[in-house]
């Protein structure tokens, strides 16, 4: 069998399943493709056959699509279909929206919502939805769709859509750092859209909306103090994706620089840096009680030091600890002193790492500072929605 024939042919008929229901498509990602006549024994062989496309959904009774390469693709071409045909939705889609109203619907099928959409898969770089359709990208996140088309076709100010895309890229932010799930995200969304479509499309609205998940972990939209906490003492390395580790470690670089700092992009392909590294024990033995640990699989002496080791084990993946480097000058750094690292930090050109590089020390008095400092700054680059908060102060 054509194997990339097949998936181009899937591709086009996930593009009619949004024309005859862009709500459900929007809502809840429906990345299916059906056989007609096919049994489950067929479509394992298929998804056998190419499993970097392809998974048979629970019921054996459909295929999906299930790499965000895939996603991609089918985003960049339903994004010049629509825009190409500029299709009306047919006389009886308005039932099949999934929740969505009329302006939605519009804005996610018309002619004149096309680019809307077309802007939030590919915005240029002074669009109001560049760094939230970024954000969406690395999260792989096309749940808060709906949402962000309403507020794009709402006649809200421009200063009231940006305000609002900003704090929906700090809601899914704010929650992957503190390691909620992201599985009911379809249902959040459609909760703030119920929102704005009953009491309209403001940031009062949204806020009143996320007021109402606060004592839900499914849904709520995490305070300062819990933002601020995770950053402190969360495991942020082991548990995020790579890619979204390295997008929030890029923003606080953005945050940092100041008008005298050099406003150039940030070069691509920056690898995850432990500042201490994982494998301390060769070149940073000295502990903050001026013993000396055992090399790496030693016992410690006592459970004095044992103490001190696990806390250092502790504090290696949290975000005051971590960085970006090139991928050579981060296999060069590796295991390094930290004067050893100092100049592989330089060479990645970060004003963050120079920062780093300027103290004289590092350990872990140093993390717990630029953990707070992190912190502190995260506050304002993912604002929350509630009264007297870093958001509501810049109203």
């Not at 929206?97 to 939030?120: C, F, M, W």
């Not at 630029?370 to 007297?388: F, M, N, T, Y």
Request: net charge positive; charged share 25%.
């Amino acid at each position: 069998m054509d194997w990339d024939r097949l998936a181009t042919q899937m591709t086009r008929e996930m593009i009619r399943q949004f024309l005859r229901e862009p709500g459900e498509f929007l809502t809840f990602g429906q990345l299916t493709f059906r056989i007609p006549g096919s049994d489950k024994e067929v479509l394992h062989l298929v998804a056998d056959s190419r499993p970097d496309l392809f998974v048979v959904a629970r019921n054996d009774r459909a295929l999906k699509l299930h790499t965000l390469a895939v996603q991609k693709s089918v985003r960049r071409r339903l994004s010049r279909y629509v825009d190409e045909r500029g299709q009306q939705p047919g006389p009886d889609s308005r039932a099949r929206t999934g929740g969505l109203d009329r302006v939605q619907h519009s804005a996610a099928t018309g002619k004149n919502g096309a680019p809307i959409y077309r802007e939030l898969i590919d915005p240029p770089v002074d669009s109001p939805l560049h760094r939230l359709a970024k954000c969406l990208e690395n999260f792989d996140m096309s749940t808060a769709y709906p949402l962000i088309l309403l507020i794009a076709s709402s006649p809200a100010a421009l200063e009231v859509k940006t305000r609002l895309y900003e704090l929906i890229r700090s809601y899914v932010v704010r929650r992957a750092l503190c390691g909620l799930t992201a599985k009911n995200y379809n249902i959040a969304f459609l909760e703030f859209v119920s929102a704005m479509r009953e009491h309209g499309v403001s940031v009062e609205s949204f806020a009143a909306a996320a007021e109402l998940k606060r004592n839900s972990d499914a849904a709520k939209f995490p305070t300062d103090a819990e933002l601020t906490e995770a950053i402190a003492a969360r495991n942020q390395y082991q548990t995020l994706p790579p890619n979204r580790l390295a997008y929030i470690l890029e923003e606080f670089e953005r945050a940092s620089r100041n008008k005298f700092t050099a406003t150039e992009g940030i070069r691509p392909g920056l690898s995850i840096e432990h500042i201490m590294p994982q494998h301390w024990q060769e070149h940073w033995r000295t502990l903050p009680s001026e013993r000396v640990a055992p090399t790496e699989g030693g016992i410690p002496a006592d459970e004095a030091m044992a103490a001190e080791i696990s806390e250092r084990n502790r504090l290696i993946h949290t975000l005051g600890n971590l960085s970006l480097l090139t991928p050579p000058a981060n296999a060069s750094a590796s295991n390094s002193s930290f004067e050893g690292k100092k100049p592989r930090l330089v060479d990645a050109l970060l004003r963050m790492n120079q920062d780093i590089a300027n103290q004289t020390h590092w350990g872990e008095t140093e993390i717990r500072n630029r953990s707070k400092e992190l912190g502190d700054l995260a506050v304002k680059i993912w604002p929350a929605p509630s009264a007297g908060s870093t958001f509501a102060a810049k109203g």
